[in-house]
């Protein structure tokens, strides 16, 4: 039972640890420090790492529907052959969360001083760790343990990190108990790539933008997909790939038989309707900002630019649903038309208030404005913005449907015409070869 005495204590504990300041320490290591290098006090360690999470879907029915003996062969197969492809990409396991694993990567130079990517040790392991669950441990639990089978996602993020050590040694009351102490992992990468995973379906490797685009190029190429998921009303945006080997699986044999399906239609129309709650939330809180100011007549420079920074979110909102829900029929059609008009007009009139140009959004956005007027058969705008392409980009969104639109209308010389004219006089930034090319297949629908 906790006495007047110790409660006193403890909050004498508290008081020193929230009062004293935070020391950060960069560390530019090969590997993160163990708990052992971490001191008991409010330091905080840096570093630049790739954070990997994995865990076993739906372990819960598998608990329940197993043998606890069988549970401990699985989760004993499952961790060691996590912590060999962690350790077998260069990477370290820092964390057992029951059906669940962290791994952290570092950078690292060889010995002719050629840098290695944390990122592109994180995901050679995450490939690593799909190949084994499919090509191994999959074929031994189904032979061995009633059929049985997992399923697992894995997310990873990128970023800085702090390191802290929390708990208490025994030695601070009772020389006869032990150290409780523990390493904690502080800030967003962390958690970040904690609910890349919850949100990775079986199969499935999902990374954060940042993540990606720390990526080397070879890797970059490699099949992933854009989208935007959604944890509650948080947004995650990022990229997902689905069954990614090691080249070497195509020699291997096994009595396991994924079945890969396609993206569920279903849960991606409820995260479009997710996404559509949440610009209408941050339109209203927004709404209700800008009457405040106006009942108030307060014009302070913190009250604008909490309203900028709203503008903001609601500009980023918009933009992840037209890049990740593109591409999907069943999302892109006439009877939406009245949505996905209101939300390119919504997306222009955030933009400037927050200082974009006209010109700068059309740029940035043509080549998916091509898609959803080309899909929503308003050929006209799909056509001004192949124009708009032609003219600024390094490359055209040509669509057959849009190009035979615009032979009927007369207008794909203004097409051709816009192509010959860049490749004459402004080549710079762009592929000749490669612009010949949409020359020669706007010419065959002349």
């Not at 492809?85 to 669940?100: A, E, I, K, Q």
């Not at 840098?115 to 032979?143: E, G, P």
């Not at 898609?371 to 929503?376: A, D, H, K, M, V």
């Amino acid at each position: 039972m906790l006495s007047r005495q110790d409660f006193e204590n403890i909050n004498n504990k508290i008081k020193a640890i929230v009062e004293a300041p935070v020391d950060e320490i960069v560390l530019n290591t090969e590997f993160p420090p163990t708990i052992d290098y971490l001191t008991n006090n409010n330091e905080a360690y840096s570093i630049m790492a790739a954070i990997l999470f994995i865990d076993i879907r739906k372990s819960t029915d598998l608990t329940e529907n197993s043998k606890a003996k069988s549970m401990v062969k699985i989760y004993r197969a499952f961790m060691r052959m996590c912590v060999e492809c962690v350790r077998r990409n260069g990477g370290v396991t820092r964390n057992f969360l029951g059906d669940r694993i962290m791994a952290v990567f570092m950078d690292s130079k060889t010995e002719d001083g050629k840098i290695i990517k944390a990122m592109d040790k994180a995901l050679n392991c995450a490939i690593s760790m799909a190949t084994a669950i499919d090509f191994s441990l999959n074929k031994h639990l189904k032979n061995n343990i009633n059929n049985k089978t997992i399923d697992c996602g894995i997310g990873i993020d990128y970023g800085k990190v702090l390191l802290t050590k929390v708990g208490m040694y025994g030695l601070e009351s009772d020389e006869e108990k032990e150290n409780e102490v523990d390493c904690v992992w502080v800030g967003n990468v962390t958690n970040h790539a904690s609910k890349f995973s919850d949100l990775a379906q079986g199969g499935e490797i999902f990374i954060s933008d940042n993540a990606y685009d720390n990526l080397s190029d070879d890797l970059k190429e490699k099949t992933w997909e854009k989208v935007i998921k959604y944890k509650g009303q948080k947004a995650f945006n990022g990229y997902i790939s689905k069954f990614f080997y090691h080249e070497f699986a195509k020699e291997l044999k096994t009595n396991f038989i994924r079945e890969i399906l396609d993206y569920d239609e279903n849960e991606n129309a409820k995260q479009i309707a997710n996404a559509i709650k949440e610009i209408d939330r941050i339109k209203e809180k927004l709404k209700k900002k800008e009457i405040d100011l106006v009942i108030k007549n307060e014009k302070s420079e913190q009250k604008l630019r909490e309203i900028n920074e709203k503008y903001h979110d609601l500009y980023n909102e918009i933009y992840s649903i037209l890049v990740s829900y593109l591409y999907k029929s069943y999302v892109i059609d006439r009877s939406m038309i009245g949505f996905w008009i209101e939300i390119i007009t919504l997306f222009f009139g955030i933009g400037k208030k927050i200082g974009h140009s006209e010109e700068y959004m059309k740029k940035q956005m043509a080549c998916h404005f091509i898609y959803i007027y080309n899909e929503l058969k308003m050929y006209e705008e799909a056509i001004e913005y192949t124009i708009v392409m032609a003219k600024e980009c390094s490359w055209i969104s040509l669509k057959s449907e849009t190009l035979k639109y615009a032979k009927e209308k007369g207008k794909l010389w203004d097409i051709r015409w816009e192509i010959e004219w860049r490749m004459k006089n402004n080549p710079t930034g762009i592929d000749i070869r490669k612009f010949q090319g949409y020359l020669e297949e706007v010419k065959k629908y002349e």
